[in-house]
């Protein structure tokens, strides 16, 4: 007689088999998710690395340059609106929207010949690479163990790191053969080849499935992270994100610009720079990682915070008068910079994606997104408007990196620790409310 469903008995090839295909998707997250950040890690360092080109080709001084930047920062109003996006209609799909309009955009800002359409192209440039690192944040939240979040959040960030460091090996190679910074843009447009293997490979976020079915993701609205539930989390880390994103933004956007513009090296003397520098600080991952996991999100971010001011100060207001060795001083200040940037960024994605509900996880990392976009075009703003008035860029840039160190007392006293806790527990996380 056979038993019935209810009382069917597991056996332990079920259960393995049932383990090895968990496996599989965490693999295949993994693998399409760091794909796609290491081509966006490469298509948003551009503008950072190319910055002293793209100026003289659309005839900008420091800052003319920080004008436009600003106002490319406005993509993040549509990462924010495809973030939405991607808690109502899933993570897999806006993600290969996303990868299949990254490359066009990319082509139509390559071949842009005036600064009104160039910045055009660059706004939905930018608002579809914020929007896939976002997804991709949550996708790896949502879809690895409790005891690797962390990892997988530096695994994510290194890709980023690493892409990034592709468009600093090639920029020299454009200017010493005398080629135009254009064709990393037109490189960044053969990413459309990609998006049949990762359609292949990226699953859809099974969390997100369960929500989905539920209803808990129609029933959120667009503000439910401001309710009762949610507010005394969303308001503080946002604040935080806001001072933050004005100190990082300013550092990490000119720190090819002071190297090149303003202290003097050649181009590759300061790729050099920035490989030696940035490759060292990719340790910052890792550490950041098992920093978060054994000491905790909140003390690693906050640690982290005051480094990277420190790094920051460092970089652009050294080296002293006379100092020989500047390509070492620089390095150095780089390196310090990126690899507090790094842990903090490990910890800091890792907290955002744990505090806040399946069905407004999404959501809220677009609302980090927007906050990202005022500190981002505040700090182009600012530079813009004081870079003449405070003896040049990089003497501003200093004072705006100082801001991390109250982004990191507020994240340290009002942030919750979730080390260690499921997405539900940590998230308080119920069937019934999301806001």
């Known amino acids: 007689m056979m038993l019935p469903e209810s009382d069917a008995v597991v056996t332990e090839p079920d259960v393995a088999r049932t383990a090895a295909a ?21 298509t948003m360092a551009i503008n950072g690395i190319a910055a002293p080109w793209i100026a003289k080709s659309f005839a900008l001084n420091e800052s003319g340059i920080a004008r436009m930047y600003a106002w490319i920062s406005l993509s993040a109003i549509g990462a924010l609106i495809l973030s939405r996006f991607a808690d109502r ?40 690479i914020t929007a896939t690192v976002a997804s991709s944040v ?19 960030g290194l890709a980023v790191a690493l892409g990034g460091g592709l468009c600093v090996l090639l920029m020299p190679v454009l200017d010493h053969f005398g080629w135009s910074w254009r064709w990393l843009l037109a490189l960044a447009a053969t990413g459309l080849l990609g998006v049949p293997f990762l359609s292949s490979v990226i699953p859809e976020s099974a969390r997100w499935e369960r929500a989905a079915a539920s209803g808990a993701p129609q029933r959120a609205t667009f503000y439910a992270v401001f309710g ?43 790729s050099v720079m ?23 999100r909140v003390p690693t971010v906050v640690v982290s915070g005051m480094l ?5 100060v460092f970089f652009y207001w050294g080296p002293p008068t006379g100092f020989s060795a500047t390509g070492v001083w620089l390095g150095a200040g780089f390196c310090w910079l990126s690899l507090a940037v790094n842990a903090s960024t490990v910890a800091g994605n890792s907290t955002a994606t744990e505090l806040f509900p399946t069905a407004l996880r999404g959501t809220m990392i677009g609302w ?43 994240f340290g006293v009002f942030i919750e620790e979730t080390q260690g806790m499921s997405l539900e527990v940590a998230a308080r996380e119920e069937v019934d409310a999301v806001g």
Not at 26 to 37: D, E, N, Q
Not at 102 to 124: D, H, K, N, Q, W
Not at 138 to 156: D, F, K, Y
Not at 274 to 296: D, H, I, K, N, Y
């Open 368 to 410: 980090f997104t927007l906050m990202g976009a005022i500190g981002s075009v505040s700090a182009q703003a600012v530079i813009a408007v004081l870079a003449d008035r405070f003896g040049g860029l990089s003497i501003v840039v200093g004072y705006l990196a100082l801001l991390t160190i109250p982004s990191a007392i507020i």
């Open 228 to 270: 009762s539930r949610y507010r005394a989390r969303a308001m503080p880390i946002l604040v935080c994100c806001l001072l933050s994103t004005i100190a990082v933004s300013a550092a990490t956007s000119w720190a090819y610009f002071h190297a090149v513009s303003v202290v003097g090296l050649s181009a590759g003397a300061a």
């Open 22 to 42: 968990a496996r599989a998707v965490v693999r295949r997250t993994i693998l399409g998710t760091c794909a796609m950040l290491w081509y966006q890690g490469f």
């Open 308 to 312: 990277m001011a420190a790094g920051a």
């Open 274 to 296: 920035t490989l030696l520098g940035g490759g060292l600080s990719l340790v910052g991952f890792p550490l950041g990682a098992w920093s978060a996991e054994r000491l905790g």
């Open 89 to 128: 209609l899933g993570r897999r799909r806006v993600l290969l929207w996303c990868m299949t309009a990254t490359p066009v955009c990319a082509c139509g800002a390559a071949l842009s010949l005036t600064r009104m359409v160039f910045t055009l192209f660059e706004i939905g440039l930018y608002a579809f």
């Open 138 to 156: 949550v996708m790896l939240a949502e879809t690895l163990p409790i005891a690797e979040r962390a990892r997988g959040q530096s695994l994510g």
